[in-house]
């Protein structure tokens, strides 16, 4: 099964670019830090609702994050698919000659699984492919 698990939003300070968020119901949850991917993270949750934003703030102007805000300024960063076999994930998109970013999955916040597929791949837009550990 595949369905959006959130949207990532870099931002310069994701305790400033949170107040946004709280206005409309999104409630947060913990702060994690990802230094593999040089990225300070919180992810907002919507009550009743599976719909989830992840914040990243970049650790520092060197980071995958922060060469984003250098380069684009802050805004939508990536966007976050679900998937319940990561690995079967990228064997079958890069069989199917899609780029990927990472052909080995590491690691992201709350035990899950991550992996990028490279945006020339995928109409412009970073994806990164999620397994949770629910």
């Given amino acids: 099964m595949s369905a ?11 305790d400033s670019a949170m107040d946004f968020w709280k206005i409309l119901g999104f409630r947060p949850s913990q702060t994690h830090v990802n230094n593999e991917q040089g990225v ?3 992810m907002l949750e919507s009550p009743g609702s599976t719909t989830r934003i992840e914040l990243l703030e970049p650790l520092g102007p060197d980071t995958p994050v922060g060469r984003f805000i250098s380069s684009r300024g802050a805004g ?15 064997a079958q998109l890069v069989e ?12 992201g916040t709350d035990g899950s699984r991550i992996a990028f597929v490279h945006p020339s791949s ?3 837009v970073l994806v990164e492919l999620v397994e949770r550990v629910d």
């Fill in 122 to 124: 995928a109409g412009g």
């Fill in 96 to 107: 199917s000659g899609v780029r990927m970013v990472d052909e080995s999955p590491t690691n």
């Fill in 4 to 14: 959006v698990d959130h949207v990532g939003i870099a931002s310069e300070s994701i």
């Fill in 76 to 90: 939508i960063q990536q966007l976050a698919i679900r998937v319940d076999d990561i690995e079967g994930s990228i």
């Fill in 40 to 42: 300070r993270i919180k």
